[in-house]
Nanobody, 123 residues
Framework: QVQLVESGGGSVQAGGSLRLSCVAS????????MGWFRQAPGKMREGVAS???????LYADSVEARFTISKDTAKKTLYLQMDRLKPDDSAMYYC?????????????????WGQGTQVTVFA
């Protein structure tokens, strides 16, 4: 199965930006639905954004117009550009691979997960 490795997390002041990356071990980024999820302590894992094999994107309402999901299939890499960050965005962020087409932002729609990268936004 595909291996997913995230990077790019860190600590940033509110209003700042971070870019997360997720490198895949095969061509899954090109062929499958890819997503970003996040989970804060004591909270459920929630979908942030997804992108399918033809580039159609979907965002959670809480990040719409602030976050941008993209991919570089030649580099087998998924990205999440996060702008105008808020303290509520603090969480562990996970990259995930699903099936050929995206069916929403529920974790059950994805079958392979990375280990996560921590994002902390301070006021």
């Amino acid at each position: 199965q595909v291996q997913l490795v995230e990077s790019g997390g860190g600590s940033v002041q509110a209003g700042g930006s971070l870019r997360l990356s997720c490198v895949a071990s095969d061509d899954t980024v090109r062929d499958a639905c890819m997503g970003w999820f996040r989970q804060a302590p004591g909270k459920m894992r929630e979908g942030v954004a997804s992108i399918d094999s033809v580039g159609t994107t979907l965002y959670a309402d809480s990040v719409e117009a602030r976050f941008t999901i993209s991919k570089d299939t030649a580099k087998k890499t998924l990205y999440l550009q996060m702008d105008r960050l808020k303290p509520d965005d603090s969480a562990m962020y996970y990259c995930a691979a699903g099936y050929r087409w995206c069916t929403g932002l529920l974790p059950t729609g994805f079958r392979n997960w990375g280990q996560g990268t921590q994002v902390t936004v301070f006021a």
